[in-house]
Structure formats: structure tokens, C-alpha cells
Nanobody, 122 residues
Framework: QVQLVESGGGLVQAGGSLRLSCAAS????????MGWFRQAPGKEREFVAS????????DYADSVKGRFTVSRDNGKNMLYLQMNSLKPDDTAVYYC???????????????WGQGTQVTVSA
């Protein structure tokens, strides 16, 4: 199995940028399709972005399309989420997730990180 650890969250003003990282250990990252999800207080966990095993396919929630970019470096066992033009509505705990199946928008992934807090001030 794989262990996932997110980092890079923090407090940023609206319009700013953050880059989240997800470090994988235990098994090589190329075994998994990967996703980013987020959960705001009082809300359900929601899909943000996903990427296939070899980066040939990506998918984004409409709310982040054009502002966020998901990428991966299988050689370094790393997953990234570049977040630009951040809005207060992007405030949430962000989670990376891994699946041995196909990347999907549903939170039916096999492995999850512990999350990293992103707070966007107005």
C-alpha cells in the first residue's frame, strides 16, 4: 500500500497562489491514478482535480478549471496542485488520494492523506 502526506497549505490573500504537494511512500506512485479533494467546514468532501498514472489525462471541477493545475512526477513519487487566483470559497482542507482503478470524481479512492489546510482571506 501507499502512504500519502500533503504539504504546502497556508493562509493567502484572495488572488494569491499556493502550490500543494503530496509525497508518496511505500509503493511507487506510478501504480496509482491520483486525485485532489477538498472539504470545507460543514460541507461534504468534493472533487477538485485528478490525473492519470502517466499524466495523459487530467480532469477538473468546474469551480477550479482554469485556475488550478494538477501534475505529478512519478520519478520523485510526488503529486502537485498549483492553485492560482485563489478565492475565499477555495478555503478548505485539501486531500490527495490514490486509486488502483481509474481516476474518478467520486471519493472512492483507496488511500488518502491527512490533509492540509488552505485558507484564503478576502
Amino acid at each position: 500500500q501507499v502512504q500519502l502526506v500533503e504539504s504546502g497549505g497556508g493562509l493567502v490573500q484572495a488572488g494569491g497562489s499556493l502550490r500543494l504537494s503530496c509525497a508518496a511512500s511505500g509503493r511507487t506512485l506510478r501504480t496509482y491514478a491520483m486525485g485532489w479533494f477538498r472539504q470545507a467546514p460543514g460541507k461534504e468532501r468534493e472533487f477538485v482535480a485528478s490525473i492519470s498514472r502517466h499524466s495523459d489525462s487530467t480532469d477538473y471541477a468546474d469551480s477550479v478549471k482554469g485556475r488550478f493545475t494538477v501534475s505529478r512526477d512519478n520519478g520523485k513519487n510526488m503529486l502537485y496542485l498549483q492553485m492560482n487566483s485563489l478565492k475565499p470559497d477555495d478555503t478548505a482542507v485539501y486531500y490527495c488520494a490514490a486509486t488502483t482503478g481509474k481516476a474518478t470524481r467520486t471519493p472512492s479512492y483507496d488511500y488518502w492523506g491527512q490533509g492540509t489546510q488552505v485558507t484564503v482571506s478576502a
